[in-house]
């Protein structure tokens, strides 16, 4: 899973967030350093603080996905623009090699491969996974980004 947010106290967001999650989802397995990134898709937004945490669950999708949602607005998240600020989004990454394309539901997510603030702390944590649908492991996606935005470790 991906977490980011760019406004209020983003490392206590993250921090409670992964709390939320080992709670209502399930053990954690690894987690990345945080990550200070520019920015993505609107540009003119503050700074993100990204991580990315990797969970063992007997959660179905689904209820993952719900799960987040909870989470996300318990923490403040409010849809208001795409590409908005925000205290909190979390990004279901993968389930295993699940492939599923639904209504509200797409997994891989099918942007991840494209950006460089979810493939740096992915690439710390797992990087020999290989995406399920463009069969190239995370270190090849990292290594083959177009993406210049400003990714810095903590």
Not at 55 to 69: G, Q, S, W
Request: with cysteine; glycine share 6%.
């Amino acid at each position: 899973m991906l977490l980011g947010g760019n406004i209020g106290d983003r490392l206590l967001y993250l921090q409670t967030a992964v709390d939320q999650l080992e709670q209502k989802v399930g053990k954690l397995i690894k987690k990345s350093s945080v990550y200070e990134t520019q920015a993505w898709g609107k540009t003119t937004e503050p700074d993100y603080l990204n991580q990315v945490i990797l969970l063992e669950t007997n959660l179905a999708p689904r209820d993952v996905l719900k799960a987040i949602l909870e989470i996300e607005l318990a923490l403040g998240r409010k849809r208001e623009e795409k590409w908005g600020s925000r205290t909190m989004d979390i990004d279901i990454l993968f389930y295993d090699n699940d492939i599923i394309n639904e209504a509200g539901l797409v997994i891989p997510h099918s942007e991840l491969h494209k950006r460089r603030f979810t493939l740096e702390p992915l690439s710390e944590i797992a990087p020999e996974f290989v995406h399920p649908l463009l069969n190239k492991s995370i270190s090849q996606l990292k290594n083959n980004l177009e993406d210049c935005l400003v990714v810095k470790k903590l």
